[in-house]
DNA sequence: CTGAAAGCGCTTACAG
DNA sequence: CTGAAAGCGCTTACAG
């Protein structure tokens, strides 16, 4: 009974309250000011739940990620729910553990909650999952589903951009003989990645040889197994590119333990940007991807989408290299 | 108006419904059935509002940390969704950034929503932000706040176990010339750290060399700082242990730059156990921080309290020495 | 064991 | 520009 209370206080009714409240225009100024101060002096704070069931908006958004304890998800998970806050709006989220499965009632549990938005922020999607959302009237984005893209709002980043960097960094470098630590093909980033990779190779009109491409989990583990494999070619590449961060961290450990020296025998670079990449020796060059954008983007669709407002449809973002240490000429070639 | 569908279709009055979805004794079981088919076949989900509204209990607890970008958190914050998940409970979660300023406004936030409990699992508590929460009636769990222990259930983790335990591993190698790079010491958990370190020297007689004791402050880059100073004198400790892993990684990156070789010529041991520690070069021997039994109590305690159920004071967490390869005999000591 | 009905705290047509 | 009142979808004494 607490709007009452302020009602009473501020002589005015609860219907007048509530717009103060909302921010509806035609209240005049003086009984803005007096409801203002009544607010004021009770510390009154609506009840969201009053609110939500009144209204069927709940001011809270969805968040589901692939995993929380993949270091590329904090900032933005970070950055969206910075965004969120400023507005008043609460944040709850839920990770799917890469298991399109658990999207599902990932989506689900958002839709009892009676959220007003899902920012879907997985690697991977399946479209079952977000028709629940779809029926339930609840607006949802995507992060990078191309094939998708018609159907569901979506924020895209062009991998393209950054493999095109890395290749003329490397080249300009003096490298010629490239290899690339992929990631599972049935992956959608993953293939993604090696695609861009090799249009910018051919780009540049160079050929991609089979035998310096090794596979890995997308794990540091999997770096490490597959520069095992690249280090053990003949010839080998002087140069490597890893699909993400995890891998080139876990090649540059399968370097050093073959006594491989990066970047003066080999020279490396990433993907992501990953706090880690900084941290490792040497400091990994890699490619930035731009997650703090991505989540900005996808809060801002969100929340225009809920207010009734049109979006339009954004330009691809653009990741883009990072230079630290981990690439130099290749052995045999004076830096200039 | 949903509940008076099910309802209808069952043959009963909405009470009857409500007490099924709660779970409530005293319905009839030929009743119990017709109820819960009728809420299968309709695909009936309650709406948390109106529940909340009504009962005064939302499902929802609160989780407030001091950073998510520090990968300290996401295992605690993982764990910690992952039970309230299991029990229908939805979390929301805030981070202070480490501005004990900010608790005030995450807790304020919190209580707006009405969640049931929260759990403050930041390293810094002001007991100001705290009082907000009891007013309002809302449970709280603290992290590790021993100045705040009579006052507030509290999660408590024993630093002195885990240090004694590295120095057993050092002295044992054969170490005795031990330095220790401490954080800054207005902050409770980094002095509670260095007591731990001081007590469990003392407790083999040893005494503590002001001169093998730097100061960084929690990062990489002042473990960088810290380790420099302590292999600028003379003479030099052989072994070091660091207050967080944080910092032991900056210290290894010194240490690398300044061509001192772990663990060949110096030994190194972290604090926490970062997935980080595992994936630098050598891998670093550390001591983890029990976080994931940290969140688990925490959720325990938080839903008792909330359920009305007597909480006990449990003992402390101890964590525990990770042996890794950062550590070796001293040089000139052969490994026996 | 079950039902009728009040009421949680808001928002929103509707009326003036 | 403002108010009276219905109603969002539940839960919970109270009564039987």
């Known amino acids: 009974m607490d709007i009452i209370q302020v009602a ?23 009984t803005l000011q007096r409801v203002r101060r009544a607010i004021a002096e009770t510390n009154y704070v609506p009840n969201p739940n009053a609110r939500g069931l009144r ?18 998800f904090p900032e933005l998970i970070d950055a969206f729910e910075a965004l969120a806050a400023a507005q008043g709006i609460e944040v709850i989220f839920t990770h799917t553990n890469y298991d399109p499965k658990r999207l599902q009632s990932c989506i689900r549990r958002m839709i009892e909650r009676s959220v007003d938005a899902i920012a879907v922020m997985t690697s ?27 159907k569901y709002p979506n924020v895209l980043v062009e991998y393209t951009a950054g493999f095109r960097e890395s290749l003329e960094h490397l080249l300009s470098l003096g490298h010629r003989d490239i290899g ?25 009109g160079m050929h991609v040889r089979d035998e310096w491409i090794a596979t890995g989990d997308l794990r540091v583990e999997g770096g490490r197994k597959a520069m095992d494999a690249l280090l053990a070619r003949r010839p080998r590449p002087t140069a490597i590119v890893a699909t993400n961060d995890l891998m080139a961290v876990g090649a540059l450990q399968a370097a050093y333990a073959s006594r491989v020296r990066v970047p003066r025998d080999l020279s490396l670079i990433g993907f992501d940007d990953l706090p880690i990449a900084a941290m490792v020796h040497p400091p990994l060059s890699t490619i930035r991807h731009p997650r703090r954008e991505v989540a900005a983007r996808a809060f801002e669709l969100l929340s225009k989408t809920v207010r009734g407002e049109p979006v339009a449809e954004d330009a691809p973002l653009q990741p883009h290299l990072v230079i630290r240490n981990s690439t130099a000429p290749p052995p045999g070639v004076k830096r200039r």
């Open 8 to 30: 009473k206080r501020a002589n005015v009714s609860t219907a007048t309250v509530s717009r103060v409240l909302n921010g509806f225009p035609g209240v005049r100024e003086k």
């Open 55 to 72: 209204a069927g908006r709940t001011r809270l958004f969805g968040l589901i990620v692939s995993d929380v304890n993949n270091p590329f």
């Open 124 to 150: 991977e999607v399946e479209e079952d999952a977000l028709q629940q959302a779809a029926r339930a009237g609840i607006p949802v984005v995507l992060m990078n589903q191309r094939k998708l893209a018609g």
């Open 180 to 204: 690339f630590i992929e990631g599972p093909q049935w992956i959608n980033s993953a293939r993604g990645r090696k695609d861009a990779f090799i249009a910018a190779l051919k780009s540049h």
